[in-house]
């Protein structure tokens, strides 16, 4: 079981350490694992398993980038963006959907949601890197 980790690290435009914050949202444990493996040299990263946890970890903490599954359990990628959107503390941070999804009407219906950018399953480590680059750095 994932936990939230609750220790609080500022980003850069709070001050704090030197490294960007990237919160990773999907309910796969072995993506969590593996995306937390590849960025955590350059990011910090904090990984939760649902939609539920994000929200709670964003009712007190901020990130520079948000990389949300689109399809989850309970609640879907989708219903987290529009609840992010909503809040005008968070309705500005890049938000990138990691999806299996290659349905092109819901790939259309995706692009319309106001985000950064989306990324299909299996996760193409180089093209991810490029996105959080021309993301936050």
Not at 11 to 34: E, F, Q
Not at 103 to 111: A, M
């Amino acid at each position: 079981k994932h936990n939230i980790h609750l220790e609080y690290s500022y980003n850069r435009k709070n001050g704090g350490t030197d490294m960007y914050h990237i919160l990773v949202v999907d309910d796969d444990k072995d993506i969590l694992r593996m995306l937390k493996s590849a960025l955590e040299d350059k990011y910090d990263v904090t990984t939760v398993s649902s939609g539920k946890m994000a929200e709670k970890y964003l009712e007190t903490k901020i990130s520079d980038l948000i990389l949300l599954d689109y399809r989850m359990p309970g609640e879907s990628g989708a219903d987290v963006l529009a609840k992010i959107r909503e809040d005008g503390r968070l309705a500005n941070i890049p938000v990138v959907f990691l999806t299996g999804v290659t349905d092109s009407d819901k790939v259309q219906q995706v692009l319309s949601m106001n985000l950064q950018g989306y990324l299909l399953k299996p996760i193409n480590m180089d093209r991810l890197f490029l996105l959080i680059r021309s993301l936050i750095g």
